[in-house]
């Protein structure tokens, strides 16, 4: 995979080059640069914001600097057909199933935005070339777009075929859609009692099918506990009585 980033912060990417998005890097599964948006623009200031029109607090990132970064890492007629993701709290939320998504593509550009965002028309003008989507991290609003483009570099590269060591580590944990949507069980490891805290006996049982039914249960109850909004319907107690009355 091609990864593309655009910031007018590229240091704080710098953590890309650690663990195993690092590694994925420097064994070449991904091929990845950041880029400094300042580099496209002209003037002495170098200045990537300016004041926004009808008025209203802040500062809004200027047209031309994006326009010509987009222009030069996918110049128009480009094969391959990549996928701009702009960083903004007003896109569609990040989740594993967009991380999924994502990590099928050849080339993905990631713009991060700083300030009130960035000139709408940029996002527009890309459209009419270029698969866009525009992705937020969450209901919160950070500083700028590479705290989420680091969060979704790491979920993305994290799938990319070679890249966790173990594939079956993938397919077990929270949000994995082999595991029903449901939340991780409760893990533990030595030593069997920790300040009075016992490991569950069932665990040292070597019965694979308890363990298992075991797992299942705990990942069952956590997720009512913690996020009920995605506990599949087979687990909800209503729909269940309502199989039975049936
Ligand atoms: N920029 C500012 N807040 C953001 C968010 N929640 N997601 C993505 N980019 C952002």
Redesign the pocket.
């Known amino acids: 995979m091609r990864l593309d980033i655009v910031s007018i912060f590229p240091e704080y990417l710098a953590p890309l080059e650690l663990s195993l998005v690092g590694k994925a890097v420097r064994t070449g599964i991904v091929e990845l640069a950041v880029h400094d948006l300042r580099q496209w623009t002209h003037d002495r200031h170098r200045t990537v914001d300016d004041t926004p029109y009808g008025g209203g607090a802040g500062m809004v990132m200027k047209p031309d600097p994006w326009g010509e970064a987009l222009d030069a890492l996918v110049p128009p007629g480009t094969a391959g057909d990549p996928v701009l993701l702009v ?3 007003s ?1 569609r939320r990040f989740d594993q199933a967009l991380a999924a998504e994502l990590a099928g593509e050849r080339h993905l550009v990631v713009a991060c ?1 700083r300030y009130e965002g960035i000139d709408a028309r940029v996002v527009e003008h890309a459209r009419s070339r270029l698969r866009v989507l525009e ?4 209901d ?3 500083n ?2 590479e705290a ?1 483009a680091l969060a979704i570099t790491e979920a993305v590269v994290r799938l990319l075929p070679g890249v966790i060591g173990n594939p079956a580590s993938l397919t077990e944990e929270s949000h994995a859609a082999g595991h029903d949507g449901l939340l991780e069980y409760p893990v533990y490891t030595k030593p069997p009692s920790w300040r009075g805290l016992d490991v569950p006996p069932v665990l040292f049982s070597g019965h694979h099918g308890q363990i298992a039914a075991w797992r299942r249960e705990q990942a069952v109850e956590r997720t009512r506990q913690r996020r009920p909004d995605l506990l599949p319907s087979e687990y909800d107690p209503l729909v269940v009585a309502r199989a039975v009355e049936a």
Do not use: N
């Open positions: 960083m903004t709290p896109g935005g992705v937020s991290l969450g919160y609003v950070l700028g777009g989420a």
